[in-house]
């Protein structure tokens, strides 16, 4: 932890803040989050139906579950971006089955894919390498970034359904009343907690080279901190100032969520390129080699 402190306070620096935002805008990270939030709008509502028809098969009421589980994410997403979700759910719902539900596997896994595949090359150019990886081996990262990404959804429910949970773990244990408010903050920081560490992991798969592995890293942790902060205004700016259906009319709300994935995309990259920043200045200062390229499987070959 002291280590990553020390790394905070060197990336927070004005000299290693002004080259983040030089290799920002060199490493056209704008135009690769916009690449990003097309191919995961893309993988976005596959997993949706993958979801809603798993709920349909393991859950007696998952009407009620998938309706609470849309209200309650306005607090993380644009109104009108949740609402388009709401609406994409219930019809899905009514049409759930075995079949959808294996479509909605292939096309989660394929557009996934896509989208992990524009992460990969994002990092990469944050790192300066070319990628030299085996087919196999990129499809083999790209399943694990899906899975994390799953992984991320599933402890983000903790904040979603947090009264609930709280309240079976108290019935289960008999804990006090004072569990509950404790749990109220508890599920936040776990959410928090999961997110960062979802994108050290991420920065950790996607380069293609060996880099030490952290658990907590300040790329990591600012990409969270922007993500949230990033979502709270344009929750705010959507709500008091956008006029975007009178400009976009029924597709405004398409607009406002793909906005936010670009936003957040965005934010997931600049992480990145801080992460690629420090290491680089960690070797110029200490004279050593911390990013090692891996081989191509042709050169190991020969």
């Known amino acids: 932890m002291g280590e990553f402190f020390s790394d905070l306070r060197s990336v927070l620096g004005l000299r290693a803040l002004v080259r983040v935002g030089r290799k920002v805008l060199d490493d056209d990270c704008p135009g690769l989050a916009g690449q990003l939030a097309y191919f995961t709008l893309f993988s976005l509502f596959p997993f949706l139906l993958f979801l809603v028809a798993l709920a349909g098969l393991v859950i007696d009421d998952p009407e009620s579950v998938l309706r609470t589980l849309t209200e309650r994410m306005q607090g993380l997403l644009p109104r009108d971006a949740v609402g388009l979700l709401a609406d994409y759910i219930d019809r899905t719902l009514r049409n759930a089955s075995s079949s959808v539900l294996f479509f909605g596997i292939l096309a989660t896994l394929w557009s996934g894919w896509a989208a992990a595949h524009a992460m990969i090359k994002a990092i990469n150019r944050a790192y300066e390498l070319q990628e030299t990886r085996a087919w196999w081996k990129l499809w083999g990262i790209s399943l694990l970034m899906i899975l994390g990404f799953m992984l991320v959804i599933a402890t983000l429910a903790l904040v979603v359904f ?31 907690l999961a997110v960062t560490l979802a994108h050290n992991l991420l920065y950790y798969l996607a380069p293609n080279a060996r880099i030490p592995f952290k658990w907590i890293t300040p790329g990591g942790f600012t990409a969270t901190v922007l993500i949230l902060v990033s979502s709270a205004a344009l929750n705010l700016y959507v709500v008091n100032f956008a006029r975007y259906n009178q400009i976009y009319g029924q597709v405004g709300a398409i607009i406002v969520l793909m906005v936010w994935l670009y936003s957040t995309g965005l934010m ?19 004279d050593i080699e911390i990013v090692q390229e891996e081989s191509s499987g042709n050169e190991k070959d020969g």
Request: proline share 4%; charged share 20%; glycine share 14%.
């Open 268 to 286: 997931v990259l600049i992480g990145a390129e801080m992460n690629a920043v420090l290491t680089r200045m960690a070797e110029e200062r200490k």
């Open 162 to 192: 947090g009264p609930e949970v709280g309240g079976y773990v108290q019935g289960l244990t008999g804990l006090p009343d004072a569990f509950l408010a404790l749990w109220g903050i508890l599920r936040w920081a776990l959410a928090f």
